[in-house]
């Protein structure tokens, strides 16, 4: 069992930037896939960015390349989501998910986090 608790979320203004945190539970943290979901009221939840096991490989969605970066630190069963140049579009629920050993290009997460709220203003 992997518990996720995000934090870093938050209101910015348009332009601006936030970091999110996602710590994990756990002693086998680095085993898995880590990424990021997002959820807008009314939308379905999509999903943003994922990074390998050992951090060496990232996977963006088109939104989200050269805006967001997304990095692990495996000592500390933690990743985030450097988010910059943000948009109101960008507002949502962004959620932390860990994938056994999955695909950063296809990640089918086996844990969710209850998220961190981002919004933007114009």
């Known amino acids: 069992q992997v518990q996720l608790v995000e934090s870093g979320g938050g209101l910015v203004q348009a332009g601006g930037s936030l970091r999110l945190s996602c710590i994990a539970s756990?002693?086998?943290?680095?085993?898995?896939?880590m990424g990021w979901f997002r959820q807008a009221p009314g939308k379905e939840r999509e999903f943003v960015a994922a990074?390998?096991?050992?951090?060496?490989?990232?996977y963006y969605t088109d939104s989200a390349k050269g805006r967001f970066t997304i990095s692990r630190d495996n000592a500390k069963n933690t990743v985030y989501l450097q988010m910059s140049s943000l948009t109101p579009e960008d507002s949502a629920v962004y959620h932390c998910?860990?994938?056994?050993?999955?695909?950063?290009?296809?990640?089918?997460?086996?844990?969710w986090g209850q998220g961190t709220q981002v919004t933007v203003s114009s």
């Open positions: 998910a860990a994938d056994w050993r999955g695909s950063i290009a296809t990640m089918t997460p086996d844990y």
């Open positions: 756990g002693r086998t943290f680095s085993r898995y896939v």
């Open positions: 990074i390998s096991e050992s951090g060496g490989n990232t």
